[in-house]
C-alpha cells in the first residue's frame, strides 16, 4: 500500500489495490484543507476556495458506495460529513468494509485513482467552466475548475459552490471524465456552459495542520467549518 509520500510523487494514477482511503484522507488534510484558494478569473469575479473535512467523503462518493444498501439517509450518516471522516481516519470504514457490505467500490475507483491530481490541478489548472446545470445532472456546481491529466488521458475537475453565508465556497463535487473516441470533449463545458480563464491565483495557509490526522468531534462540526 503507497504512503502519503508515494502519492505525492505519483507521475500517474496508481493501481486501486495500491491505494486506501485513510492515506487519500491524509492527502486531503495535509495538502488541501489547510489553505484558502484565491482565484482571479478573466470573467473578472475572484473566488475564495476552502476544503473542510465534512466535504471529503462526498467528493470520493463514499455515501453513494453504500446508498443501494442502505436504504434510508438517516442511516448513512456513518458514510458523510464529520462522522464519515471519522470514521476514514480510525479505519473504520475501508475499501474492505464497504465490499463487506456489499458497497460498490465502482462509484468511487476513478475517484480514488485521480485523487492525487488534485493538488495539481489547484496549483497549476488554468480554465474554468462558468456551469449552467441542467436538469438531467445532479451537478449544481456555479464553476468547475478542470485539468487534462495527459499521463492518465482523463479530464480531472473540481465543482465549486459558495457556501450559504457568501464568505467562499465549497468542493461540491469531484469528477473524472475519461478522454475517449468517442468522449473526446469536456462534457461540462458544453453550451451553454462556458470556458474562462484563471487570471491570477493565490494559495495561503488557514492554518498549519497536525503532523498526524485527528478526528473532529460531531458538537465542533460546524464551528470547524468556519475556520
Keep these: ?62 455515501e453513494k458506495s453504500i446508498k443501494h444498501k442502505i436504504h434510508f439517509a438517516k442511516d448513512r450518516k456513518a458514510f458523510r460529513g464529520i462522522r464519515g471522516w471519522n470514521s476514514i481516519v480510525d479505519s473504520t470504514i475501508t475499501k474492505a468494509s464497504i465490499r463487506a457490505i456489499n458497497g460498490d467500490l465502482k462509484k468511487m475507483k476513478d475517484k480514488m485513482l485521480h485523487f492525487y491530481y488534485l493538488p495539481r490541478l489547484l496549483d497549476n489548472g488554468s480554465l474554468v467552466i462558468k456551469y449552467v446545470p441542467n436538469t438531467q445532472s445532479t451537478i449544481k456546481s456555479a464553476y468547475i475548475l478542470y485539468d487534462i491529466s495527459q499521463a492518465d488521458n482523463v479530464f480531472v475537475q473540481i465543482g465549486i459552490q459558495p457556501e450559504k453565508h457568501g464568505q467562499w465556497y465549497f468542493p461540491e463535487t469531484f469528477l473524472i471524465n475519461r478522454i475517449t473516441a468517442t468522449n473526446p470533449t469536456n462534457k461540462q463545458a458544453e453550451p451553454p456552459s462556458t470556458v474562462i480563464k484563471i487570471m491570477n491565483r493565490l494559495k495561503y495557509e488557514r492554518f498549519k495542520p497536525r503532523k498526524q490526522l485527528h478526528t473532529i468531534p460531531n458538537r465542533f462540526r460546524r464551528k470547524s467549518r468556519l475556520v
Aim: glycine share 4%; net charge negative; with cysteine.
Design 1 to 62: 500500500m503507497i504512503n502519503l509520500s508515494d502519492i505525492l510523487s505519483l507521475q500517474h494514477r496508481p493501481n486501486f489495490a495500491d491505494i486506501d482511503l485513510k492515506t487519500l484522507s491524509e492527502l486531503y488534510y495535509q495538502e488541501l484543507y489547510p489553505h484558502t484558494y484565491e482565484f482571479t478569473l478573466s470573467s473578472g469575479e475572484k473566488i475564495l476556495l476552502k476544503f473542510d473535512l465534512d466535504k471529503f467523503c462526498h467528493l470520493l462518493g463514499v
